[in-house]
Structures are given as structure tokens and as C-alpha cells.
């Protein structure tokens, strides 16, 4: 994955956005959906960073510095969706295998930058029975890698051939010397006049390519895809400059699970960790997330676009996502109404499954043992991957009880605290039908809180099942989903106090683009069950249209120039609306708009503003506590007023140093927020005041030579005001942020992760020093190693968690582990088909 | 006599010397509701007189006497209200008779807190959380704004704690242990050691006690308050005789729930029972309703039993400075609107001004509004104090006039469950 990456960045010969060409050939219908070879350099150097540059400048492949575009991109928080190349890491090219670093790269850069006067040394083509180009599938929207599209090379005899990427970049046959019917191969390359790509993938619009021009041998095309009912700015450059990630946007961060893994994150819940701006909590086994100083039920989780929170609680569990599953996590703060729906309040944490086979161990502390594995394969022209994982651990680890009733510390160790998970997964991966199943069920001995000893037989046993099934019927996708969530609580002393629950939501949406407009329906239900006789079913319906728009300046500059565009100035805005009608929470309206603006390419400045909603959850409340409580009946919760102010800085002056700086302020007013007061006897959540919301986020990044790190630092004050009291929003604190660094010398790389909170509040009443976390400074470190073996590549991890052993909770009460060490291994099959 | 050996002594005096009042007079009980704000100071007067007698006569017993070292002395003012915050940010907010502003004692953070009671003498607070917050005593001092956490043995499921009363100088606390059929007492000296005694085989789930003629009474709840809190049988008053030998228990036939509390007149004891209501599922069900039982301490013999009103549950009470009962309940199970209704002792009649056709106290706000509230009691004068959780559980004390007017209307933290005169 990495590797490809950097090889994407190394080697990109040419960049198109067909989705976009298709565009413009739509205003201007005599236009074929191809690109001339003399526009390719303007259009290539447009889109390049000053990193890609560096990159390519550097052809000793031991300085190579990696750019994994996997890391960085940042999906728009309003619809827009970005990327960001920026994000640092960097993969030493020795690790890549020989065979992809035959580039020439001063010709790539005679290439990409139209530097006419640099010598283009004659490159070492090969007569190969075979000759291939490869191939890199994009999202026109995120900038992320597409894997398992299906590419149809087209010559004037007829189809050629077809072929199943597996990944997002694979190699494609395009001639067979001496074949002159389809193109010619000389010492100058192969002449592609006649060829055509086309690239069909699930939920995307088809992509065509005319090639052009010659081409050399392992020349890296990019094409990017246009997703279904996304909307995309009208224009080429700008479609292509998101897909390659030269104008990252604020606030979306995206990391791949490769990339993670090598940082000595082992599970969902410690991915997410990575991400700036996240603020993970766990107390039982469970993982769940804050974003931008929202409650953590004002977060929606996403997989493959369907939300994985259940509707009984509010919140999804990362913990039950097995990592083996993902490719990628993005995280976007702020509302996000038309994407993501009710609850995408505060953010979105949107996990992408992953592709091709892997395999995984992993030993740690207290007891953890971990495996998981996936395999893919292709069955006709379809592709299959099944997996699953499992893992166990007692997490009994030592803690520090400072809350003693003998006024000094004890050294305790947790009981009752172990985990059991075990999850299979199935995916399905068809030219037009794609099918993603996950299962998983968890046993976690439910300690309680220090001193507590109550719980500390309870068991609980969680099982969820997810399946999400997509069909592509010309242009209109088709998507359905299910979530299935069950809980049993036990407890063996009172066995009076067991109790059981079932949730289940079903969802079906259509989506299509019509006139540039990306429009989505669907319709879905919940549902809830639970031995207390709770008995609660909702249906909902839901519209939303989405339009996006670039005006360039100068306006003498052609559209499709993107140079004009890239280096001059440009206003880019997304313009969505939603409508929601939930049962018994009425019709709710919901709306985006977001702004960019440029006028040079190293400086982005935006704006965004958005209304959202979260409606009630079934039954807002740990439904396994044996003390049946009321419900209230709940309005929905209404976000007024999401906005934010943004810039964006990136250095783009050659240089050995690369740099971006970004910065947002952020204001969220919430009415009726529903959170929990308990009363005194009918305890439910209760909709409270005014809850409001500003703050800045900070981020930066710094790559040079093998070395590179990223810091973010957020500054939140979330208040909710209700009569006369003032509460902070609990767990969110002040301060915060986070820094990655790493360094990479031969194979080997070295990363540090820190995360540090300021105190933080944990009850829901008025801001008081005695009911507040303390601040608290975290440290991991992880050393890993890359070899290449036959077909793949083994990556070993060794992790220091909580390398400084501080103790501190994620959840007042619960404590949580001081050091632990890891050992991971992982193998995943290389070369690209 | 050095200035803290003066102090030390004093301490110890006062502190017994209250419990000789206590003991010799009955009037209080177990309620620990002597405020009244008039009637206060004349008292604490009283007993510095007393005390200062003491001062000169009880040199020779300085070594013996010890000091209580948990009971504070007599308050300094201002005098006023105690507010328990049973949830959210456990702890005291102090409310004085006047103004709006407040104090806080925090008593939860960093642990848990569940209690719903609590008994103030003095300056000093004492209250328990259950085996979900881990069973532990919680002693303040309203004087040093201080808290000290006594741990009850693990799981016991401590139900409230009790100011007793014991010779040598040390304060004792009881506390009923809902899922070990005992009562923990806890002796605690002026050097905060503190011991542990454990009065073992008291029914099924023991839920308050109390002393009377020198021995200590328990009332056992009679249910599974280990599981799932659903009555076995009728409550029991059990006696435990200081002396030893057998024991004496007294059915309480009207009485059924998992909750009680008694308030000590004389030499009858009142126990009110919360009533028994299945809470397994929706919808709620009401399985029997709430009572209270007049017992004649002397006789060990029941004098009847005043049922709550038709479809209420979980009735509490306080004795109000005025002589009458105060005792606080949810009209329903599906609403669970505070209701309050005065009782005059001993015949347990319903009085004071109450909602046409009920039983229960008409109280109105500025605005001539019905207004409802919950734990309640009165002052001397026959003023309803009471408490009323808002939006986000803010909690106010509202004093209402003897014709359920509001009088005042103050602030009190947030997370109200209980209240008691200072």
C-alpha cells in the first residue's frame, strides 16, 4: 500500500480526471472524452505538489522520501470532499520492490513539469513480450485510492482486455510487441494512439481514458472516478487536484490501516487514536469517540458509507470493527447533514473496507493475543475476500487506586476486565454488485469503577452483524444496509438482574446525479427489543440533493486549463440540502454550504456553515442496568449553526523541506441538546438548553529527508447553559493535541505518538476542579520494519503504549493500562497483478 | 491547659452532652431534624452553658472522655439548610436563611455517591452509597467543609447511616447492610481510627436503625435487596438488646417494600415503608402501596398503620420542627410527580393545606401556579422547605407558607435528593 503510494507520487506520468473530462464534454458535446498529449504536462505540473517534486527529484531511491496519499486525505466536512497529501509519512523506497523503481525521474519531471530545457535521457525500454502501464484508480471526490475497479483496454479491433484491480494501482496490459494493431513499441515507448481505458467500479460513474501520446513501460496513468450522487465541482483541474491531493482541505484526516499499523495501532479503537482531533473514550472494552467538543453520541460512524451506530444507544462501538476489515479511516469534524445524516453532529468517522489478503498476529500485555487474517481472490470477474479476526486478553493490568479510603495510594490490578472478540467478515466485489458482511461477537467481564466491586462478576455478551449490499443500475446506485446489535447482560450473583436487548435498523438509498446535481433518497427503520418489555419501533425518510460549482479567474482562462486555475484564483462551493422525516420527530430540514477559495495555490481559505439534527435513540440508556428507568419523550436535538472559518497553507517552493500549516475556528450552537440528568426517579435524557460550542483547531505538518511529523492542537470551550447553570460539555477538554513523528532509516522506522488532554470535566454539572480529570500527557513509541519476502511483504512491529507508564483515565473511575509492549506481525501478498 | 487541650476537651464534652439530650429527651430520634431557626440558637446556648459547666468538672475525665473527633461541635453561623446532591456532583450545598449564595462540599470525586438520605447533627453529616457506588459511609464536617470515607465491607449494600449514640467519648455511626443481614457500627475517636463492629442476622435486608431505651432497634425490610429488591413478607422491627439476650422482633404485617425509614416521637416509633412496585418492566406495576406503622417502643406493640394514598409509591419521611410528619412520595408510576403530605402526630392525620381531594400538600409559586417538590420538612413555624430538581437537574429550595404560598425560592446546587436543617 505504501509503497504504491509512493511510487503514485514518484512515477505519475499523467493525471486526468475523466469524471471531470466527462463534464466538460457535456458542455461541450463534440468533445470526446480524451486528452490531447500536449495538454498532459500543464495539466500534470498543475497538479503536482512541491512534494511530488522533491520526491521525484531525488532519484537515489534511499532518499525517497514516501508520501502515502493513504494518510492524508481529508474528505470535506460539507459535502466537499478533499484531500490532503500532505500528511507526512514516508516510506523508504528501499522497501519497494526493485522492479517498480525503474523511473527515470528526471524524465517524469520533464514530464510532470514541462520543463522543456531538462534533457530527457533516452529511457531503458525493454522489447517485453508484454508491455503494461500501470494503473491508479482515484476518487474524484476524496482523493483516495479506488481499489477493485474493473479496467477494459479497448483498441480499434474490439475489447482487449479486462481486468480486476485489486488495489487501488495495478499494472494493465495494453500491448503485446510486435502487435502494431493496438500501439506501436519502440526505444521511444509505446505509441497508445488507439487505446482506450475504461474503468468501471461500484458506486462510481465510469471512467474513460483516450491514451495518447507514448508511453513508456510501467508509466503510472491516474484516472480519476467520479463517485455516484457526489457533487463535483464543474471542472477538470479541480476534480484532478482533489484526486491527487495538491490542495488538501481543512479538517478531514484520513490514515490507512497500513500506514497505522506501522505506527503499532492493533485495533480500531487505536487507529482512530492516530487522527487528530479525536478524542477516544473506553471504560468496559468499548471504544467511542468525541469530535470537535461534541458528545460522543453526536459522532457518526460510518462503514462504507452506512452508519454502524446503533440506534438504541447512539453510539458504535469501534471495538467491534476489526482492523483486518478496514483499508482506511477518515475523520471530518464538524455537522456533516447531507452525507451522514442524523447524529453527524460534531463529525464524522467514516471507515473504508479494505482489500486483498493480509495476515496478522499479535502478542502484547496483560495477556493479548491477537490474529486475524483476510483473503482475496477473484472468481471470474469478481473479487472475494472473506477474513476474520480474533482476539483475547485479560487486561489485568496494575493500576494506581488513588481513591483509597485510607488516603494513600494502592497498587490494585483490575479483575473482571477481559475481552473476548472474535469477527468474520465477507466481501463481494462485482463489476456492478458489491457485498460487505460483518460479524462479530464480544464477551467482556464488565469491571466496574475503582473501589466498586459490584460488577466484578458481570459479564456482558455483544454480537453485531452488519451487511451492507450495493447494486449499480446504469447511474443510479443502490445501496442497503442492515445493523443488527444484541446485548446480553449477566450477572452470575443476581441472576435477577440479567437482562437482554436486541436493536436492529434496515436502510435502503438510492442515489443518482441528474444535471450536476448529486441527489439521494432512502427510506429505514429501527427497531428494539428487550427483556425489560421494550418494545420501540421508527421508520424514517430522507431526501438530499447536493450541487457544487467552481468559478476561475481569470475568466479568459480556459475551463479545462488547469494551470490557469490552479495557480491563479478560484471560489469553489458545495451547496446541499436534506430533508429528514423520522417518526415522531416530524420532518427535519438540514442544510450545507461550503466555500473555498485560492488565490494561489499555496494558500486555501474556506468557510462552512451547516445545519444538522440527531434525533433520540430508542432508548437512551445502558438498557442492560437492571434498574428499568422511564423514558421521556424526547424532541430532536437541533444544531442551529455549524460553521467554520478555515485556512490552509502549503509550501510549494522546491525545497528539501515541505511544510503545511492549517488553521479553523469552529462555532456549533445546539438547541434542545438531549443529555442525560438523571432525576430522581424517572432518570432519562432530557432535552436541556442551549448547548454552544467554539474553538480552534491547529495543524501542522513537517517533512524533510527521511524525517517527517504532524502536530494538531485544539483549543474547545463547549458549554451547555440550562437556567442558571453553566456545564462544560463532560470528557471534552480545553486543551488538547497530538503529534506523530517519525524517522526512517533503511527498513526500518521509528515512530513516536503523543496525545496530551488537558483536565477534563466528568460530570454533567457546573465546571468544578474536584469533579475534573487531570491533565494528561501520553507517549507511544513504535519501531518497524519492512521485508520483502517472495510475494510479500512482512511488516513487524514492536510498540510501546503509555511509554512513560502515567496513569489516567479515559473515563473517570476506569483506569487505564500503564506500559504495554506489543509484537505484531504482519504479511500481506505484493505485486500487483 | 494548653489551647488545644482546651479545645480537645471541649469537643469531647459537647459532644457528650449532646448525646445525653439526645438520649434523655427522645424528641429527636433518628431524624436528626431539630432545625428550627429560633429555636436553634436558644438550644446552642443552652448547651455552651452546659458545656462550660462541663469544662470545670470534667478536667479529672479528660483522658477518659476522648474526643469524638467526627461529631462537630455546635455550628457556627450562618445557620441553614443542608442540601444532600445525591448524583451528578455528589456532596452538600450549604444554603443559608437568607441570600442566595451557597456552599460546596464535594463528597463524590473522585468516587462514586448513590445515597438518597442523610442524617445531619450539628455541624456534622453522615450518609452512605450502596454496593453500585462502592459501599461507603461518607461522614462531613459542615464546620471544616472536610469529608472522610469509612469503606463498608465490599457488597454489603449499605441502605442510609445513623448518628448513634455510645459512652467514652467516641461517635458512632450505624449503618444497615442491605445485602449481609447486619449492621455495620462504626466508632470512630478523635484520631479518626476507626472501628468496625458488625451486629450480624438481622432479617433478610436491614434498612434502619436506630436506639431507644439503650438498645438499638433495626428495621428489616424483608426482601431481596441483594437481587432484585422484591419484598419476601411483611417488614420486622428487631430489637437488640444492649444487655444481650434474645432478640425481639415485631412484625410489621402493613409494611412491604425495600425501602423504610423511622422517626423516633417518644416512645413511639413511626416507620414508613415505600411500598413494593415491580420496576422489571414496562409499564411500571404498583404490587402494593406505601404505609406507616406506629410501634410503641415500650410494649414492643404496633399501634396501627396509616396506608399511603391509593397509588402511590415510595413514601420517606422527616419530622418537622412543628411536630408533624413530613413524608414525601411519588404520586404515580408513570409521571412520578413529588407529592408531600403532613401527617399530625401521633394519629396520623393528614393536615395543612392540600389539594382538594388529596391528601397531599397544595404548593404554589410566585405566579399562583401549583408547584410540586419532593423531600420536604418544616420549621418551627409550620414553613414547607423543599426541594425541586429543574432543567439539568438544577436544584432549588423552595419554603413554602403554612397556606402552600412560596415564600422563597433560592438556588441549591443541582442533583437535590434530601434536605435538612442545620
Known amino acids: ?833 | 491547659m494548653s489551647k488545644s487541650s482546651l479545645s480537645y476537651f471541649l469537643t469531647a464534652s459537647r459532644a457528650a452532652g449532646i448525646t445525653r439530650i439526645t438520649g434523655t429527651t427522645g424528641t429527636t430520634g433518628t431524624t436528626g431534624g431539630t432545625g428550627a431557626f429560633g429555636a436553634a440558637g436558644a438550644n446552642r446556648a443552652a448547651h455552651t452553658l452546659a458545656y462550660a459547666v462541663l469544662l470545670a468538672a470534667g478536667v479529672a475525665m479528660l483522658s477518659a472522655c476522648g474526643d469524638d473527633g467526627v461529631i462537630d461541635p455546635a455550628a457556627l453561623t450562618p445557620r441553614g439548610t443542608v442540601v444532600l446532591d445525591g448524583f451528578i456532583q455528589p456532596g452538600l450545598t450549604l444554603v443559608p436563611d437568607s441570600g442566595a449564595s451557597t456552599q460546596r462540599i464535594a463528597f463524590g470525586a473522585p468516587n462514586e455517591f448513590d445515597g438518597g438520605s442523610m442524617q445531619v447533627r450539628n455541624d456534622t453529616v453522615v450518609a452512605a452509597s450502596s454496593r453500585g457506588a462502592g459501599d461507603l459511609l461518607y461522614i462531613a464536617s459542615l464546620q471544616n467543609g472536610t469529608v472522610r470515607r469509612v469503606q463498608m465491607p465490599p457488597r454489603s449494600n449499605p441502605a442510609r447511616a445513623r448518628l448513634l449514640s455510645q459512652s467514652g467519648g467516641s461517635a458512632l455511626i450505624g449503618v444497615p447492610l442491605r445485602d449481609s443481614s447486619s449492621v455495620a457500627l462504626a466508632s470512630i475517636t478523635s484520631t479518626g481510627a476507626t472501628t468496625l463492629t458488625r451486629i450480624s442476622d438481622l432479617g433478610a435486608c436491614p434498612v434502619d436503625v436506630f436506639q431507644f431505651g439503650g438498645d438499638n432497634w433495626v428495621v428489616d425490610a424483608n426482601a431481596t435487596c441483594a437481587s432484585n429488591y422484591r419484598p419476601i413478607g411483611a417488614m420486622r422491627l428487631i430489637r437488640i438488646p444492649s444487655a444481650g439476650g434474645a432478640r425481639q422482633v415485631i412484625a410489621l404485617s402493613a409494611l412491604r417494600g425495600s425501602s423504610a425509614n423511622v422517626v423516633v416521637q417518644g416512645n413511639v416509633a413511626y416507620i414508613s415503608a415505600g411500598g413494593d412496585a415491580d420496576f422489571s418492566s414496562f409499564p411500571f406495576r404498583l404490587v402494593a402501596g406505601g404505609a406507616i406503622t406506629r410501634v410503641d417502643l415500650s410494649s414492643g406493640t404496633v399501634l396501627g398503620t396509616q396506608p399511603m394514598p391509593a397509588g402511590t409509591f415510595g413514601a420517606s419521611m422527616k419530622l418537622g420542627a412543628d411536630g408533624r410528619l413530613y413524608v414525601s412520595m411519588f404520586e404515580n408510576l408513570s409521571a412520578f410527580t413529588d407529592r408531600t403530605i403532613a401527617y399530625a402526630l401521633p394519629g396520623l392525620t393528614p393536615v395543612g393545606t392540600r389539594v382538594a381531594g388529596a391528601d397531599w400538600l397544595a404548593f404554589r409559586n410566585s405566579s399562583n401556579e401549583p408547584v410540586t417538590c419532593s423531600s420536604a420538612v418544616a420549621d418551627r413555624l409550620g414553613r414547607v422547605h423543599c426541594i425541586q430538581n429543574r432543567t439539568g437537574s438544577a436544584t432549588f429550595l423552595m419554603v413554602f407558607a403554612p397556606d402552600g404560598s412560596l415564600v422563597r425560592e433560592v438556588s441549591a446546587g443541582q442533583g437535590g435528593v434530601d434536605l435538612r436543617f442545620r
Open chain 1, 1 to 833: 500500500m505504501i509503497w504504491r503510494a509512493v511510487r503514485l507520487c514518484v512515477c505519475v506520468s499523467t493525471v486526468l480526471s475523466v469524471a471531470a473530462v466527462q463534464r466538460v464534454g457535456a458542455m461541450e458535446p463534440s468533445a470526446e472524452p480524451r486528452v490531447d498529449a500536449s495538454v498532459l504536462p500543464r495539466m500534470s505540473a498543475s497538479v503536482l505538489s512541491r512534494e511530488d517534486a522533491g520526491a521525484m527529484s531525488r532519484v537515489d531511491a534511499s532518499a525517497m522520501p514516501r508520501v502515502d496519499a493513504s494518510v492524508l486525505p481529508r474528505v470535506d466536512a460539507g459535502a466537499m470532499s478533499r484531500v490532503d497529501a500532505s500528511a507526512m509519512p514516508r516510506e523508504d523506497a528501499s522497501a519497494m520492490p526493485r522492479a517498480e523503481m525503474r523511473v527515470d525521474a528526471s524524465v517524469v519531471l520533464h514530464v510532470m513539469h514541462g520543463l522543456a530545457p531538462a534533457p530527457a535521457p533516452a529511457p531503458p525500454v525493454a522489447r517485453e513480450q508484454e508491455q503494461r502501464l500501470v494503473l491508479c484508480v482515484r476518487d474524484a471526490a476524496t482523493g483516495a485510492g479506488v481499489p477493485r475497479a474493473h479496467v477494459t483496454v479497448k483498441v480499434a479491433s474490439g475489447v482487449r482486455s479486462t481486468q480486476l484491480l485489486e488495489s487501488e494501482c495495478g499494472r494493465v496490459f495494453v500491448a503485446r510487441a510486435p502487435d502494431t494493431k493496438a500501439a506501436s513499441i519502440s526505444d521511444a515507448g509505446i505509441t497508445t494512439s488507439a487505446i482506450t481505458l475504461v474503468v468501471r467500479r461500484m458506486g462510481y460513474e465510469p471512467g474513460r481514458l483516450a491514451l495518447t501520446g507514448n508511453r513508456y513501460p510501467n508509466d503510472t496513468v491516474v484516472i480519476a472516478i467520479a463517485p455516484i450522487a457526489v457533487a463535483l465541482s464543474a471542472s477538470t483541474t479541480r476534480a484532478v487536484a482533489n484526486a491527487r491531493g495538491t490542495q488538501p482541505r481543512l479538517n478531514a484526516v484520513s490514515l490507512s490501516v497500513d500506514s497505522a499499523r506501522a505506527l503499532g495501532a492493533h485495533s480500531a479503537g487505536s487507529l482512530v487514536a492516530l487522527l487528530p482531533y479525536t478524542f477516544p473514550r473506553s471504560a468496559r472494552g468499548e471504544v467511542t469517540l468525541s469530535l470537535r467538543g461534541a458528545r460522543r453520541e453526536q459522532v457518526a460512524v460510518t462503514l462504507d458509507g452506512v452508519p454502524l451506530t446503533d440506534p438504541s444507544t447512539g453510539l458504535a462501538d469501534l471495538a467491534d470493527v476489526p482492523l483486518v476489515l478496514l483499508q482506511s479511516v477518515s475523520v471530518s469534524p464538524g455537522s456533516d447533514p447531507i452525507a451522514s445524516g442524523p447524529g453527524a453532529a460534531g463529525g464524522v468517522l467514516s471507515l473504508q473496507s479494505g482489500s486483498g489478503s493480509i495476515a496478522s498476529v499479535r502478542t502484547a500485555s496483560f495477556g493479548d493475543v491477537a490474529m486475524e487474517g483476510a483473503w482475496s481472490t477473484s472468481v471470474g470477474e469478481s473479487q472475494l475476500r472473506l477474513g476474520a479476526a480474533h482476539r483475547r486478553a485479560n487486561n489485568d493490568f496494575a493500576f494506581i487506586n488513588r481513591a483509597s479510603t485510607t488516603g494513600t495510594e494502592l497498587s490494585e490490578r483490575r479483575v473482571n476486565n477481559d475481552v473476548t472478540r472474535s469477527s468474520v467478515m465477507a466481501q463481494w466485489q462485482g463489476e456492478r454488485v458489491q457485498l460487505t458482511a460483518l460479524g462479530s461477537r464480544a464477551e467482556l467481564g464488565l469491571v466496574g469503577p475503582v473501589n466498586v466491586r459490584d460488577y466484578d462478576e458481570d459479564r456482558s455478551n455483544t454480537q453485531r452483524l452488519f451487511v451492507r449490499a450495493a447494486g449499480q443500475f446504469g447511474t443510479s446506485l443502490v445501496s442497503l444496509g442492515v445493523r443488527q446489535f444484541s446485548l446480553r447482560y449477566r450477572d452470575p450473583v443476581r441472576p435477577s438482574f440479567d437482562a437482554d436487548a436486541n436493536a436492529l435498523a434496515a436502510d435502503v438509498d438510492v442515489r443518482r446525479s441528474v444535471a450536476g446535481v448529486a441527489l439521494q433518497a432512502g427510506v429505514g427503520g429501527d427497531r428494539l427489543r428487550t427483556s425489560a418489555n421494550v418494545a420501540q419501533d421508527r421508520t424514517r425518510v430522507f431526501v438530499s440533493a447536493t450541487f457544487a460549482g467552481i468559478t476561475a479567474w481569470p475568466v479568459t482562462a480556459h475551463r479545462s486549463d488547469s494551470a490557469s486555475i490552479e495557480d491563479g484564483r478560484y471560489l469553489e462551493w458545495t451547496l446541499g440540502g436534506r430533508v429528514d422525516a423520522i417518526q415522531e420527530n416530524g420532518v427535519l430540514p438540514s442544510f450545507s454550504l461550503a466555500v473555498n477559495t485560492s488565490r494561489q495555490r499555496a494558500v486555501v481559505l474556506g468557510a462552512r456553515v451547516a445545519q444538522a439534527v440527531r434525533v433520540p435513540t430508542l432508548y437512551d440508556l445502558y438498557f442492560s442496568s437492571p434498574q428499568r428507568l422511564t423514558v421521556r419523550a424526547l424532541d430532536a436535538e437541533r444544531i442551529v449553526l455549524d460553521a467554520e472559518v478555515n485556512a490552509r497553507w502549503r509550501s510549494t517552493a522546491p525545497a528539501r523541506v515541505a511544510a503545511s500549516l492549517e488553521g479553523a475556528l469552529i462555532t456549533r450552537v445546539t438547541n434542545n441538546a438531549i443529555v442525560w440528568f438523571p432525576g430522581n426517579f424517572g432518570w432519562s435524557p432530557a432535552n436541556v438548553g442551549t448547548e454552544r460550542v467554539t474553538g480552534v483547531e491547529l495543524r501542522g505538518t513537517l517533512a524533510h529527508g527521511p524525517a517527517d511529523v504532524s502536530a494538531w492542537s485544539t483549543i474547545y470551550n463547549a458549554q451547555l447553559t440550562t437556567g442558571a447553570l453553566r456545564i462544560p460539555t463532560p470528557y471534552v477538554p480545553v486543551h488538547a493535541g497530538g503529534a506523530i513523528a517519525r524517522v526512517v532509516r533503511g527498513t526500518l522506522q521509528l515512530s513516536g505518538t503523543s496525545r496530551w488532554f488537558g483536565s477534563r470535566p466528568y460530570t454533567a454539572g457546573p465546571r468544578n476542579d474536584a469533579f475534573t480529570l487531570p491533565a494528561v500527557a501520553l507517549f507511544d513509541l513504535a519501531l518497524s520494519t519492512s521485508r520483502s519476502l517472495t510475494n510479500a511483504e512482512l511488516l513487524i512491529t514492536l510498540a510501546l503504549e503509555n511509554a512513560t507508564d502515567q496513569p489516567w483515565q479515559s473515563v473517570r473511575g476506569f483506569p487505564a493500562p500503564g506500559r504495554a509492549w506489543s509484537v505484531a506481525f504482519t504479511l500481506r501478498p505484493t505485486g500487483l497483478p
